[in-house]
T-cell receptor, first 116, second 111 residues
Framework: NAGVTQTPKFRVLKTGQSMTLLCAQDMNHEYMYWYRQDPGMGLRLIHYSVGEGTTAKGEVPDGYNVSRLKKQNFLLGLESAAPSQTSVYFC???????????????FGPGTRLTVT | RKEVEQDPGPFNVPEGATVAFNCTYSNSASQSFFWYRQDCRKEPKLLMSVYSSGNEDGRFTAQLNRASQYISLLIRDSKLSDSATYLCVVNMGTGGFKTIFGAGTRLFVKA
């Protein structure tokens, strides 16, 4: 049981290049999320998904796209990277909230992205 | 005003000390509360949920004050291994997409 995995772990891009970050979870979780973490700031939600085939925007979606073609995978795309997208990206997953709002998000190990 | 605010620290304490962190939240409709721990260059991991009546897990005690809109984390008998950043997390609805993470409080425990 690997939990949540992310690839790649590190990446350096030049401005204008594109890339896709892959997140996979083996816990059969319905919900998946992409966050970015910058120094001095909390984790900020980029996009999220409440189930296979559905995605929605979070707090900071501009410049990113996502897809969830399979329940276990959630992809984050940068079409034209900018220096402002230099950050650590974390994927997470969780079970449905349901009527109980107390649930845990499980995070992947993160991807450190630098855009020059 | 930030939706979730924490003292960034750092808190520098000796082994065996008791240390407390507070976190305030702005949305009175917030429904669930958590403390996560994040080690340097690692992912956040759930430390404990925070219940209305307060709850304890070994050396860790979490409290919630809805009237004043703050939660707290108390660590007793600090260990070197407690050195980490502690994230206050507030959820305003089901599903996780209304979850707000604080920027974290850094703790250094020294021998």
């Amino acid at each position: 049981n690997a939990g949540v995995t992310q690839t790649p772990k590190f990446r350096v891009l030049k401005t204008g290049q594109s890339m896709t970050l892959l997140c996979a979870q083996d816990m059969n979780h319905e919900y998946m999320y992409w966050y970015r973490q910058d120094p001095g700031m909390g984790l900020r939600l980029i996009h999220y998904s409440v189930g296979e085939g559905t995605t929605a925007k979070g707090e900071v979606p501009d410049g990113y796209n996502v897809s969830r073609l399979k329940k276990q995978n959630f992809l984050l795309g940068l079409e034209s990277a900018a220096p402002s997208q230099t950050s650590v990206y974390f994927c997470a997953s969780s079970t449905r909230g349901g009527t109980s709002v107390s649930y845990e998000q499980y995070f992947g190990p993160g991807t450190r992205l630098t855009v020059t | 005003r930030k939706e979730v605010e924490q003292d960034p620290g750092p808190f520098n304490v000796p082994e065996g000390a008791t240390v407390a962190f507070n976190c305030t939240y702005s949305n009175s409709a917030s429904q669930s509360f958590f403390w996560y721990r994040q080690d340097c260059r690692k992912e956040p991991k759930l430390l404990m949920s925070v219940y209305s009546s307060g709850n304890e897990d070994g050396r860790f005690t979490a409290q919630l004050n809805r009237a004043s809109q703050y939660i707290s984390l108390l660590i007793r008998d600090s260990k070197l291994s407690d050195s980490a950043t502690y994230l206050c997390v507030v959820n305003m609805g089901t599903g996780g997409f209304k979850t707000i993470f604080g920027a974290g409080t850094r703790l250094f425990v020294k021998a």
